[in-house]
């Protein structure tokens, strides 16, 4: 697997790696968003464990959730699936008490992600993902 590859599966489990080399910068982001949010005051949800505030699509894409008050929420979304798909969470943005006027942000790519009825998607290729941050 690629650093970002690995990435698709260990930010699912709560896992921030730090290698050499290749990825070094997509790492120096991770941290720096993660620093940023707050993750170590957050409340992780992991994506075995938290089918009450999200659920995915297609069958292979699994979501995990740092959600902190004040701050919003940070998921996860990866496609483990077998090809390229367009990923969706569908966010239960009442139970993690953000309002209907949210923003979805890319924090990879900075660009805003369209939240429809509590509905984000990205197109990824088979072993990748997003880093969304909601607030």
């Not at 979805?104 to 969304?132: H, R, W």
Request: hydrophobic content about 40%; charged content about 15%.
């Amino acid at each position: 697997y690629t650093t970002h590859q690995a990435f698709s599966f260990t930010l699912l489990h709560d896992v921030l790696v730090r290698g050499l080399g290749p990825g070094l910068e997509e790492e120096s982001v991770l941290w720096k968003t993660m620093d940023a949010f707050g993750r170590k005051q957050a409340q992780f949800h992991p994506y075995w464990s938290n089918s009450s505030l999200v659920k995915t699509s297609p069958k292979g894409s699994h979501a995990s959730l740092y959600v902190r008050p004040g701050k919003g929420v940070i998921c996860v979304l990866s496609n483990l699936g077998k090809s390229a798909a367009n990923a969706t969470a569908t966010l239960n943005l009442n139970k993690m008490k953000l309002g209907k006027n949210v923003k979805a942000t890319n924090v990879f790519t900075g660009e805003t992600i369209p939240i429809v009825n509590g509905k984000v998607s990205v197109q990824m290729d088979s072993f990748d993902y997003a880093l969304i941050w909601i607030k």
